[in-house]
């Protein structure tokens, strides 16, 4: 099947600083990536819609200042965390979906933001 | 907006035994259905996935669901499970659309447990 790749896996930063995850999908073109957050014992819950050329769109309550999004071409999307705070500290994945009626989406592995 | 609960949060079986994972959703149109799985340092990966036709749908790895329309379920089956099915199982959602990949609400996940 498809593959995304999602890195780092794991990242430790400074509260206060940025910190960039990127997600590529490696043998298609994804003109639409998405990005969710897990914290722990909840579901994952869609953070932004990544889309190729154009702004990301963002859902309900997440901060489009503090999680940008770059979508720069059709296989690399980038989520920065600007000025991370402990409270940031979750499991980031994304997904990109293959294009045509009904098609399926295809995750990254995770990275696990710990910001100290 | 649509919304996934899933009923088990923590299941502990013994080999062969028989599973079964409850899933309701809650959506005022129509739907496609997923069931995605994680394994210990795994991608999320598609078990198995309705969208229309024969409600009884076969995935991979012996995983089986049924779609109740009347009832908003869409639970997962094995009827023996094996130690190598230890991992996280999530039921997901989305609007059912023509024309593609459609934003996918997740459940909070049921850590499955199988002890040899």
């Known amino acids: 099947g498809a593959v995304v790749s999602q890195h780092p896996s794991w990242v430790i930063c400074k509260s206060g600083t940025s910190v960039k995850i990127e997600c590529r999908s490696l043998?298609?073109?994804?003109?639409?990536m998405f990005w969710y957050r897990q914290f722990p014992k909840q579901s994952l819950m869609l953070m932004a819609t990544?889309?190729?050329?154009?702004?990301?769109?963002?859902e309900q309550g997440v901060e489009k200042d503090k999680f940008l999004i770059n979508h720069a071409s059709l296989t690399l999307s980038t989520l920065t965390v600007t000025s991370a705070h402990p409270e940031d500290s979750s499991f980031y994945i994304c997904?990109?979906?293959?294009?045509?009626?009904?098609?399926?989406?295809?995750f990254g592995q995770g990275t696990r933001l710990t910001v100290v | 907006a649509q919304s996934v609960s899933q009923h088990n949060h923590h299941v502990i079986l013994s080999e062969a035994a028989s599973l079964e994972l409850g899933c309701n959703y809650s959506?005022?149109?129509?739907?496609?259905l997923f069931w995605y799985v994680q394994y210990p340092g795994q991608h999320l990966q598609l078990l198995l996935k309705?969208?229309?036709?024969?409600?009884l749908v076969k995935g991979i790895k012996g995983f089986e669901a049924e779609f109740i329309k009347s009832k908003f379920s869409f639970n997962l089956r094995k009827p023996s499970v094996q130690w190598s099915d230890t991992a996280e199982y999530f039921c997901a959602v989305s609007p059912s659309f023509s024309g593609g990949y459609q934003k996918v609400t997740f459940g909070i996940g049921t850590k499955l447990q199988v002890i040899p």
């Open positions: 997904s990109a979906p293959l294009v045509g009626v009904h098609a399926e989406a295809f």
């Open positions: 959506y005022g149109g129509t739907v496609n």
């Open positions: 043998d298609f073109q994804a003109t639409t």
């Open positions: 990544s889309n190729e050329g154009s702004k990301a769109t963002y």
């Open positions: 309705y969208f229309s036709g024969d409600p």
